[in-house]
């Protein structure tokens, strides 16, 4: 019979119920839970120490089959076990450098000089560093799982492989043995079949009632004769094939199957000792995770050194102190604080006094006399000197033209800043400023915005938010000066808020038109009511209300960035119609009714799809799209360029070649959809997304185009929001 098979694991077994010096066993652990150092216990011991019931099935015909199904289970457990590990590991392993990756750019961006310094910036690297200590221990950890789910894959292998070679070895000599007690039940047959007729021969039994047959010549002494012959060869077959199988059973019992038990039992030992351990070092390797990251959120304080020791999460929290870090960033401005002199008074010019009759304005006699030099009967207030100051304010130069786009906003702030129109000497005129396209500056590489009017003391226009409102006006004593013609409002004047007190302001200019408003004479905006906004192109709604972005763009946006970005589907979804008509007839029909400050969300009926479906609405009623159609044929082509830096560039260059309503308008759409594509996360709505519903209404269509263009005009919509802060600047 074969012994072990060569992959077998153990020793060669001695024979049943010895060891291998043929001495009893007197092991104390039954098969399957005898210690590893320990030689495979012979038969004497399993019958003394396994169950009865167990030793019985080990040691019938089933024992190898059981033994093997048994392993089997073991080698799945060992593999599921294994598999969990892997997934673990790779769970740990993207945890662990995603929380690497976030520190890293939070620490880059946490430095920038928009954040917040001093002790919050000091807090604030600490507790990055703690949390790059907790990634690099889940790194740790997740490395541990990896190796763990290798050495378990690798037992569970090898113990695949030698139940292999012992199905082979073990169920072999099983099926010999089967077959043999076969044969021997089949000779037994035949033996009494032959015997029990010899019998009835022999009693004569068989000859009755026998009248025909073949042998019919013989005579009953040589039936009986051959019958006996019979039997005595099958007797003599019948006990050969008995001692073949009590020979073959003995070997089976005794040797060959004892063998294979043991060896798959040392299998099923090593694969769920194996499956065990690894299951042990998970435990311990969890444990030592949570150990390590809660040491190094809340470190342990050494009392013999109560000051080297690193601080806690809590400790570095608590270490912010607001009050400092104010006090410090304001104290570093100290040293830009411009002394100025004694307080400016006023002088009439005496050259005014005696001519008051060339005044630009003079609503009055009494207030050509100088102040400090009032008759009794005059009827001047104190108070309404400062007019003429805007009459001197007027001898400056004009600012910059819009046409400019690194200087076109910024040198507009002086007129814009007027409450109302202001008036000129001479033929400077009224109107609009200049949107002359000459001298185009806007940055190819950034759209920082550079002054180019005359060296004034202005403050930065924030063309994020397009219409906010600019600073106060200047006067002469701090350089600045009244832009001429009638100069448009400010950008962040709402119709519904409350002006700007003109108390002061001069009156029209001799050379100014009759039908001139008189600044200070009327409490609303210039845009009037009753003044269509839908269908109006940007340029004639900037020359008539005088704002670089429609008030209507400026208060969709508003309503969206307060109340939508977290809405799922913004700008996708489509609100009541009934709602956006109604706020369309509002803006066409009364601008300046209360009910259009969209701050307040019951003015659009809490429904900010229907303000995002009114934004939409309006760009699609433009008689020329926001790209305009002259630019079209040039954004379809860049769009096509493969390489995303040309086709930034490119697509950059057009924009900068827009008029300037067109430029202003675009830029405050594109900062505010790129908020939008910033919480897309929860809205669902990412730069492609905000591409689709606003490629066909930004570009429309030309003439020319095809149903093929809808992609490319998807395409330039996404590159410019994926491009937001190199096409136009955040300030």
């Known amino acids: 019979m074969p012994g072990s098979p060569p992959d077998s694991p153990g020793p060669e077994p001695a024979t049943l119920g010895q060891t291998g010096d043929g001495s009893p066993t007197t092991s104390a652990a039954p098969v399957g839970l005898a210690p590893d150092n320990e030689p495979p216990a012979v038969d004497n011991a399993m019958k003394r120490e396994l169950d009865s019931h167990v030793q019985e099935v080990l040691s019938s015909d089933i024992g190898v089959t059981t033994m093997l199904n048994r392993l089997k289970q073991s080698i799945a457990s060992a593999k599921e076990f294994a598999s969990f590990l892997k997934k673990r590991s790779i769970l740990e392993d993207e945890h662990a450098k995603g929380l690497k990756k976030i520190c890293r750019q939070t620490g880059e961006s946490a430095h920038h000089a928009d954040h917040k310094q001093g002790s919050f910036s000091h807090a604030y690297d600490e507790m990055l560093q703690i949390h790059d200590r907790m990634a690099e221990n889940g790194l740790q950890f997740a490395l541990s799982l990896h190796q763990m789910h290798e050495d378990l894959l690798e037992v569970a292998a090898v113990s695949e492989k030698h139940r292999k070679g012992w199905k082979v070895n073990g169920l072999g000599p099983e099926d010999r043995l089967a077959a043999v007690e076969s044969a021997m039940r089949k000779s037994k047959a035949k033996y009494d079949s032959l015997a029990e007729e010899y019998d009835r021969v022999r009693t004569g039994e068989g000859r009755q009632g026998s009248k025909f047959g073949f042998k ?282 409350t002006p700007t007190s003109a108390q002061g302001a001069p009156g029209p200019s001799f050379n100014e038109p009759a039908n001139a408003p008189v600044v200070g004479s009327s409490t609303t905006s210039p845009i009037g009511k009753g003044k269509q906004v839908f269908g109006v192109s940007l340029t004639r709604l900037y020359q008539r209300d005088g704002l670089a972005v429609p008030m209507i763009v400026h208060q969709c946006i508003q309503a969206v960035d307060l109340y939508g970005l977290n809405l799922e589907g913004i700008y996708r979804l489509s609100g009541s119609s009934a709602h956006v008509t109604k706020l369309k007839t509002l803006f066409d029909t009364d601008s300046e009714s209360s009910i259009l400050d969209f701050r307040n969300p019951e003015n659009f009926y809490h429904d900010v799809n229907s303000v995002a479906g009114l934004l939409k609405q309006f760009f699609r009623d433009l008689p020329d799209p926001l790209l305009t159609a002259e630019h079209y044929q040039n954004l379809i082509e860049a769009a096509k360029h493969d390489d995303d830096t040309l086709r930034r560039d490119s697509l950059h260059a057009i924009i900068n070649d827009l008029p300037d309503p067109n430029y202003a308008t675009l830029r405050a759409l594109t900062l505010h959809l790129h908020r939008v594509t910033e919480a897309s996360s929860i809205n669902r709505m990412n730069s492609q997304n905000l591409a689709i519903v606003f490629g066909p209404t930004l570009l429309g269509t030309a003439p020319g185009s095809n149903i093929a263009d809808a992609g490319w005009q998807v395409r330039v919509v996404d590159t410019i929001l994926n491009n937001t802060y190199q096409i136009f600047d955040e300030d």
């Open 216 to 497: 019919g010549h013989k005579s009953a002494q040589q039936q009986e004769e051959e019958l006996l012959r019979k039997v005595q060869a099958a007797d003599t077959d019948y006990l050969g094939k008995v001692q073949n199988y009590q020979s073959e059973k003995a070997n089976v019992e005794t040797s060959t199957r004892p063998e294979a038990v043991r060896a798959l039992h040392d299998l099923i030992r090593e694969c769920d000792a194996g499956t065990t351990l690894q299951m042990q070092k998970f435990a311990s390797f969890n444990e030592k995770l949570l150990l390590s990251n809660g040491l190094v959120i809340s470190p342990l304080k050494n009392a013999a050194l109560p000051n080297q020791h690193s601080r806690s999460l809590k400790e570095v929290i608590q270490g912010i102190d607001n009050n400092q870090d104010f006090e410090t960033h304001i104290k570093g401005f100290y040293s830009q604080i411009t002394h100025k002199g004694s307080e400016p008074k006023y002088e009439r010019n005496p050259v005014l006094n005696p001519q008051p009759s060339v005044a630009a304005f003079q609503p009055s006699p009494a207030q050509a006399q100088p102040s400090n030099n009032l008759p009794p009967q005059s009827h001047t207030a104190p108070q309404q000197l400062p007019q003429q100051l805007p009459q001197l304010q007027t001898q400056m130069g004009p600012p910059g033209s819009m046409g400019s786009r690194t200087g076109g906003f910024e040198s507009m702030t002086p007129a814009m800043n007027q409450p109302g129109p202001s008036q000129t000497f001479g033929n400077q005129g009224s109107g609009p400023p200049s949107t002359t396209p000459a001298g185009h500056e806007r940055s190819f590489s950034h759209g920082a915005m550079l002054s180019q009017g005359p060296p004034q003391s202005q403050q930065p226009y924030n063309v994020r938010n397009s219409t906010q409102g600019l600073p106060p006006s200047q006067n002469r004593f701090n350089g600045g000066g009244s832009a001429p013609g009638v100069g448009p409002p400010q950008l962040g004047a709402l119709p519904f808020q």
